[in-house]
């Protein structure tokens, strides 16, 4: 690594899912929204945001990865769905200028 190179700040939590919708809401009116990437069983697929909140409401989702600027910073949030609380990772991506 070179001296402007960093190591990406990663959070984790485990939320609840009224905690995981808001972040949902969240992220649909105040961020710009990069990629949204859905896992389940059966698939690896690119989605909405408005697609991942419904299919993570239905329990169908394994994963859900959201890449996303906000405040001038690029993070990417990780949804791993589980009972009775959901893990988030979210990781602080380095800006690419």
Known sequence: MN???SIPEILQA???QDQ???LFADLSQGAEIEHVQLRTPSADQTISLAEA???FVQGCAT???VRYMFEGEMW???ILPGEPTTKII???LPNHS
Do not use: H, M
Request: net charge negative; hydrophobic share 35%.
């Open 3 to 5: 001296e402007n190179e």
């Open 14 to 16: 485990e939320w609840s």
């Open 20 to 22: 995981v919708l808001a």
């Open 53 to 55: 909140q419904s299919l």
């Open 63 to 65: 994963a859900i990865q």
């Open 76 to 78: 990417c949030d990780t």
């Open 90 to 92: 979210r990781t602080k």
